[in-house]
Each structure stands twice: as structure tokens, then as C-alpha cells.
């Protein structure tokens, strides 16, 4: 990822408060940190997976042409009966017979597991934005909420096996705050 592709994508949130930060700039699984927060409560429910044409700002990041289409696969990481983040993830169709073929069959396992799980994934540096009304997955990432926030803060980056790449984009829900 270059500069030029990710000219939204900071690659520090700003004007956010402590408790937020330490969530969105773990650089660790998120999904293991939720469970930890959690204990038995942490579920993933999936709520899209399909060939799909990606986001405008996915397009450089992924080396897609517009009409291209990818696995766009969109879950819920749930504590409880509590949505905490929305997760995006995009996979280039073409590599879906290589590194990344496993995908397809996930359901409502985690994609960290996976990617966390294997040595061989390397990882980019985290980049951040602030999404709102006008971002795409600002309002598939508000569906299951009571309440419509103004923004929400979410974060991205690359995952790379055998040199194909995943791009993955969690979204912080406003109740990942309540975890302890």
C-alpha cells in the first residue's frame, strides 16, 4: 500500500479518546482479544459472502479494476447479544484457487483464527479512518444498532500468503467500549 492509495487511511487515529485507542491499535488478534473479554459469550455471524465489486477505496489497495469482482465476505463479532465490531474482509477471485481457498468455507469461524494462526502470514502496519454516512460500510456496519452514531472509527490492513493478500477492515462498533 502506498500513500496515494490510502490517502484517507491515517496511519495513526487522531482525537480519540485513550481507552478507544488501546482497542483499535492492538496489533494483535482482535478476535482473541474480544474472547478474552468475553470468555464463552464470543460468536461470529456472518452476514454476507459473495463475489462482489469492492469498496472505491479497495480498488488500488487490492490491484482491482472497478468492474473486477472479489470474496467480499462481512461478519459480526458478537459478545453476548452485543454486536462489537463489523468486520469486511476482500480477496481477489483470483486468488481464491491459491493461498487463500480456505476462505470460502469459514462460516461463522473467525478469519483472525486463521490468519493469526499461521507463521507464514505477514501482516502490513495498520491504517485508520473515521467513517461516516458517506463510506459504504458506515451504514452495513450500523445495521444491527439500535442507534446511528455519527461516525465510527475502523481500521485496515493487508494480510499476505504466498504473496496473495487479503485486505481486512474492522469497524468498532460504540458498545466495544463497554468490554472491560
Not at 461470529?44 to 488500488?60: G, I, N
Not at 469486511?88 to 481457498?101: D, E, N, P, Q
Not at 499461521?118 to 454516512?133: E, I, M, Q, S
Request: glycine residues 4%; positive net charge; proline residues 6%.
Amino acid at each position: 500500500m502506498n500513500a496515494a492509495q490510502l490517502s484517507d487511511w491515517h496511519p495513526a487515529p487522531s482525537s480519540i479518546s485513550p481507552r478507544a485507542r488501546g482497542w483499535l491499535q492492538n496489533r494483535g488478534s482482535l478476535t482473541q482479544l474480544i474472547q478474552r473479554r468475553c470468555c464463552s459469550e464470543f460468536s461470529v455471524k456472518p452476514v454476507f459472502q459473495s463475489l462482489a465489486t469492492v469498496c472505491d477505496d479497495e480498488l488500488a489497495v487490492m490491484n482491482l479494476r472497478r468492474d473486477e469482482l472479489a470474496l467480499v465476505r462481512e461478519v459480526y463479532l458478537y459478545c453476548g447479544e452485543t454486536p462489537v465490531v463489523f468486520a469486511h474482509s476482500v480477496v481477489a477471485r483470483k486468488h481464491l484457487r491459491g493461498a487463500w481457498r480456505s476462505l470460502i468455507g469459514l462460516g461463522n469461524k473467525s478469519l483472525g483464527t486463521v490468519l493469526f494462526t499461521n507463521p507464514v502470514v505477514k501482516r502490513t502496519p495498520l491504517r485508520f479512518k473515521k467513517l461516516t454516512a458517506a463510506h459504504p460500510l458506515f451504514s452495513r456496519a450500523c445495521r444491527k444498532l439500535r442507534v446511528q452514531p455519527g461516525n465510527l472509527w475502523a481500521r485496515r490492513s493487508l494480510f499476505t500468503l504466498h504473496g496473495q493478500s487479503i485486505l481486512v477492515t474492522e469497524v468498532f462498533l460504540p458498545s466495544i467500549l463497554e468490554l472491560a
